[in-house]
């Protein structure tokens, strides 16, 4: 069982940076790659960054690469997504999520066993 918390969210103006936190608990987080989802008001859950459970694999979507950047600290048993360059249409609900699937980029929802409670971020334009 893996429980995760995100942390970090917030009100931002466009142009602007924020760091996300998830904090896991349990033992196994080593084990597990790590993404991050976010949904917008009236949209589905979308893909936006997976890490390999070592860290040294990562995947985004096309339109955050650049911008965003997933890492992970496994003795913290944390993984962060550093948002660059925000754009309002970088508002959203994030999610980070815990996968025990075989690393291979691992863009879809369902392949993830553990989800957060999300945290909201808003870009102002």
């Known amino acids: 069982q893996v429980q995760l918390v995100e942390s970090g969210g917030g009100l931002v103006q466009a142009g602007g940076s924020l760091r996300l936190s998830c904090a896991a608990s349990?033992?196994?987080?080593?084990?597990?790659?790590m993404g991050w989802f976010r949904q917008a008001p009236g949209k589905e859950r979308e893909f936006v960054a997976a890490?390999?459970?070592?860290?040294?694999?990562?995947y985004y979507t096309d339109s955050v690469k650049g911008r965003f950047t997933i890492s992970r600290d496994n003795a913290g048993n944390t993984v962060y997504l550093q948002m660059s360059s925000l754009k309002a249409e970088d508002t959203a609900v994030y999610y980070c999520?815990?996968?025990?699937?075989?690393?291979?980029?691992?863009?879809?929802?369902?392949?993830?066993?553990?989800w957060g409670q999300g945290t909201q971020v808003t870009v102002s334009s």
């Open positions: 999520a815990a996968a025990a699937s075989s690393w291979h980029g691992l863009p879809v929802g369902y392949e993830y066993d553990y």
């Open positions: 349990g033992r196994t987080f080593r084990s597990y790659a």
């Open positions: 890490i390999s459970w070592s860290g040294g694999s990562t």
